[in-house]
């Protein structure tokens, strides 16, 4: 499974991924998901967001276990954030089925849509409008970089977006959701543990700043006659890192877009993107609140006007104690004994939390490093990571 998705919307150039949600490449890691599903007698259906599920036993059925995560990409993304969590959901239904166990409840697999945002500029879109988190009319308005509409890539790709919306029915139906993915980060490479539970999703968000100047020559134009918005992000991006690192934060400018864009040319706007995440809700407050204050103080020192838009929040997400418990009995037994672990990264899973109790598994991550492609899992981490969801489905879909 993972030589042949490999190839898929990879680039030549960066060794990269590109999957961006309604592309081609995003259509054929769609097709490559109906066929792992198919190819295993499942029923395969797409629901009214475009999310993907193949089903073991009645879709209509209640109490179902799902499991699965996402196939898109970052902009040159790894080849693991995402779609390990969804070969290793197929492969840990092999091994159940190798194990000869009979299944008690409906389980199904999932692949949900454009969780990464690269093209519409939001995170979780899927799993956000089946959750109700996104309304009909946001997701009407979201536009990519070429300036197309979210309906006119989805039926250009050969979906209704008619369609689109709130699906409590089909969440009603299910009992459990446990999403497996990559550790985008080092605490199970400095624990020593293949895999890991998550606790709980730090509190993020993204905001756009938007700086604007005025357009001038490079040339001609007096340091002090200028009013360039250059100045005043960049004085912006020291400032998010310094509020950071005293909050004990995250905070990155990792998008930027210049008018006119010209070497020689003043710009006349500067807009930027700030992703921020905060272990609480109290400690985000105080960082974004700290960065927006010193990029309005710089604009004035600059002659720069500054205006700050939240483009998206997602608040904590604490996974079902529950069901995080009842993950750590299966895996580590009564005493325990598998490492519980926090995580500044977004998930379906987390979107989903507020409607479906969810759980996370993490497998390690040597080095740390994702959204790059350099990001990676070792083969026995991975199958471990096979096994470990294997048990788990087992314990909560077979009893």
Not at 60 to 75: C, F, I, K, M, N
Not at 188 to 207: E, Q, T, Y
Not at 339 to 353: K, M, Q, R, Y
Request: proline share 5%; with cysteine; aromatic share 6%.
């Amino acid at each position: 499974m993972w030589r042949d998705l490999a190839p898929i919307g990879r680039d030549a150039g960066s060794g990269g991924y590109r999957r961006y949600a309604w592309t081609a490449a995003d259509a054929d890691c769609r097709a490559w998901f109906k066929d792992q599903a198919e190819s295993r007698g499942l029923t395969y259906e797409v629901d009214r967001n475009g999310n993907q599920w193949a089903w073991l036993g009645d879709p209509e059925g209640t109490d179902a276990v799902v499991t699965g995560s996402h196939l898109d990409s970052v902009p040159d993304g790894g080849a693991f954030d995402g779609p390990l969590g969804v070969v290793s959901s197929f492969a840990a239904l092999d091994e159940l089925r190798s194990r000869g166990v009979e299944f008690t409840r409906p389980l199904a697999i999932g692949n949900f849509g454009d969780e990464e945002g690269a093209r519409f500029g939001l995170a979780c879109v899927g799993s956000r409008l089946a959750a109700g988190r996104l309304t009909v009319e946001q997701a009407h308005a979201l536009r990519d970089g070429d300036g197309v509409p979210l309906p006119h890539a989805m039926e250009k790709a050969g979906y209704d977006p008619s369609t689109i919306g709130p699906d409590p029915e089909r969440l009603a139906r299910i009992g459990a959701f446990v999403e497996l993915h990559v550790e985008q980060g080092r605490a199970l490479d400095l624990s020593g543990d293949p895999v890991g539970i998550a606790s709980a999703i730090w509190p993020h968000g993204r905001w756009r700043y938007d700086f604007t100047g005025e357009a001038n020559h490079a040339g001609t134009t007096r340091l002090v006659d200028r009013r360039d918005p250059m100045l005043t992000y960049a004085q912006t991006v020291l400032a998010a890192r310094r509020e950071a690192e005293l909050a004990g934060a995250v905070a990155t400018f990792g998008k930027i877009v210049v008018e006119p864009n010209g070497v020689n040319a003043i710009a006349s706007l500067v807009r930027g993107w700030l992703d921020s995440r905060a272990a609480d809700q109290s400690t985000l407050d105080t960082v974004i609140a700290g960065i927006e204050q010193a990029a309005r103080e710089q604009g004035e020192r600059d002659g720069v006007d500054v205006r700050v838009t939240r483009e998206s929040f997602t608040p904590v997400v604490e996974f079902a104690h529950a069901l995080r418990d009842e993950l750590g009995r299966i895996l580590g037994g009564d005493g325990g004994g598998i490492p519980v672990l926090g995580t500044g990264a977004g998930h379906d899973a987390g979107i989903l939390s507020a409607s479906v109790p969810t759980a996370m598994l993490f497998v390690r991550n040597p080095t740390g490093v994702s959204h790059s492609p350099a990001e990676h899992a070792g083969e026995d981490d991975c199958l471990a990571g096979v096994t470990a969801l294997a048990d788990v489905l087992e314990g909560l879909a077979c009893r």
